[in-house]
């Protein structure tokens, strides 16, 4: 059983910086592909940033030059560096695993808030 760990959120002022970490659990983590994906009040649930386990990335183009996506596979983590935030960028942000060894599964964490304040 794959368990994630979140933690970073908070509030910040628009403009600010904030470092988004997720923790894996009970996972071959470094085979996993990653992503970090929001949700806002009455929206829908949206990619921000992906990493595979090769490396490659991808960014929303709301967020490009502005937040990274990283991971730490010794530690089993992944990270979300936002910076240049914006009040838009409020919403619950979730982080997600996927693996596909033998079937495709998926693993989401609990979600942490991220206010950004005008």
């Known amino acids: 059983q794959v368990q994630l760990v979140e933690s970073g959120g908070g509030l910040v002022q628009a403009g600010g910086s904030l470092r988004l970490s997720c923790v894996a659990s009970g996972s071959i983590f470094r085979l996993f592909d990653i992503g970090w994906y929001r949700q806002a009040p009455g929206k829908q649930r949206e990619l921000v940033a992906g990493i595979k386990s090769g490396g490659t990335t991808d960014y929303a183009d709301s967020v490009k030059g502005r937040f990274t996506i990283s991971r730490d596979n010794a530690n089993k983590m992944a990270y979300l560096q936002m910076n240049s935030l914006k009040p838009e960028d409020t919403a619950v942000y979730y982080c997600?695993?996927?693996?596909?060894?033998?079937?495709?599964?998926?693993?989401w964490g609990q979600g942490t808030q991220v206010t950004v304040s005008s």
């Open positions: 997600n695993v996927v693996q596909t060894i033998l079937t495709r599964l998926e693993y």
